[in-house]
């Protein structure tokens, strides 16, 4: 009896070992023992963004300089016309966008300025004085504020969205989140780099202004749920084990 015991607690213990193995199996972005924070995370945009394949964008074209959105605005004109609802234009994998008129274009890599100077120099062929006014509409940051199943996808409104305004539009760090361990992600020259932040005490304000980028990942380390997750993994097997002695004892106990 006393052997069967005693193999029961070693199939719990070694059960246990194995499942723990998967314990908080979802973290994401683990960093080595003794890695170091930067110390060089940039707080403004270090160069303006630049359009890449499967970005979409919206353009307004006028003649004359803009003329008519001068006219539009103070209502000199008398020739009143209703506004065209603008269409969104995708970015092609080659780099390439079909527009009107021109046909493709690469826009690929061209700053938003860029975009606008090459469609202006292109359509002035076909246009007196054209202005065109380009807009991204995809840009956006995705936000783990601290646990997976909370993740968002923040659309960037404008070009000066603070980290402080990501993380609120996100729902603020949840209950399980380390403010201590905020990860910024981002893409610089093909490379994407990973900045820790922390604003868990008064000294990270200077960082809750800091711009974010189009296509910036915002992860807040997750607490480990270590008790939570072993428990829920260990009361199963325990249940098992202690079925099985019940039934093997009144088997001995009949011979």
């Given amino acids: 009896m006393k052997l069967l015991f005693r193999m029961c607690i070693f199939c719990v213990v070694t059960l246990a070992l194995v499942s723990s193995c998967g314990v908080n199996s979802n973290l994401m972005f683990k960093e080595a023992k003794g890695a170091t924070p930067s110390d060089s995370i940039p707080l403004q945009p270090t160069e303006d963004y630049r359009i890449s394949q499967s970005d979409k964008f919206t353009f307004s074209l006028t003649t004359k300089n803009g003329k008519r959105i001068i006219e539009d605005m103070t209502g000199i004109s008398e020739a009143r016309t209703e506004p065209v609802e603008k269409v969104e234009y995708v970015v092609r994998q080659n780099g390439f966008v079909k527009l009107p008129i021109l046909g493709l274009v690469k826009v690929d890599g061209l700053t938003v ?55 609120a539009k996100a729902g603020g760090i ?15 020259n093909g490379e994407r780099l990973v900045y820790t932040l922390d604003l868990s005490t008064i000294e990270g304000l200077q960082y809750v202004d800091m711009i974010v980028q189009a296509n910036d990942y915002i ?34 106990l009949l011979k």
């Avoid at 100077?117 to 504020?145: E, H, M, S, W």
């Avoid at 380390?178 to 893409?187: N, W």
């Fill in 113 to 167: 300025t860029e975009c606008e100077d090459t469609l202006q120099a292109k359509y002035g062929k076909k246009f007196i004085d054209p202005f065109v006014q380009v807009t991204i509409t995809n840009q956006r940051v995705i936000v783990f504020p601290g646990n997976g199943s909370d993740a968002k996808v923040i659309p960037l409104e404008n070009t000066n969205t603070t980290l402080m305004e990501a993380l």
């Fill in 174 to 188: 949840t209950d399980r989140g380390k403010a201590s361990a905020i990860k910024l992600m981002r893409k610089v």
């Fill in 219 to 252: 992860y807040v380390e997750p607490t480990p749920e270590l008790a939570k997750e072993i428990s829920e993994d260990i009361v199963p097997i325990v249940s098992l084990v202690s079925s099985a002695v019940f039934i093997l004892s009144a088997i001995l």
